[in-house]
Nanobody, 119 residues
Framework: QVQLVESGGGLVQPGGSLTLSCAASGSIFDIYLMGWYRQAPGKQRELVAR?????????ADSVKGRFTVSRDNAKNTVYLHMNLNSLKPEDTAVYYC???????????WGQGTQVTVSS
């Protein structure tokens, strides 16, 4: 089995910054990619950013230039840096860590961490 433990969410003012972390443990010998999705109230879950084991990165258009995804393979941890002066109220959502193993047939989710951007 795979366990994903997220941390770093919270309340932040517009224009602030925040970093989310997700540490993976368990049967993770064949990770294909790790990344972040988010779900705002009344909306579908959407991709935020993801990074493959080979270093290929994808971002949602809405966060390009504002968020940075990175990964520490030695620690099996993925980070989402919401950069200084970048956060907007529309970034408010529950952020979920995602891990895909093998050829994509194994898909795991974290429990979610709330990010609220408000003054």
């Amino acid at each position: 089995q795979v366990q994903l433990v997220e941390s770093g969410g919270g309340l932040v003012q517009p224009g602030g910054s925040l970093t989310l972390s997700c540490a993976a443990s368990g049967s993770i010998f064949d990770i294909y990619l790790m990344g972040w999705y988010r779900q705002a109230p009344g909306k579908q879950r959407e991709l935020v950013a993801r990074i493959t084991s080979g270093g290929t990165i994808n971002y949602a258009d809405s966060v390009k230039g504002r968020f940075t995804v990175s990964r520490d393979n030695a620690k099996n941890t993925v980070y989402l840096h919401m950069n200084l002066n970048s956060l907007k109220p529309e970034d408010t959502a529950v952020y979920y860590c995602n891990l895909v193993r093998g050829l994509g047939q194994f898909n795991y989710w974290g429990q979610g961490t709330q990010v609220t951007v408000s003054s």
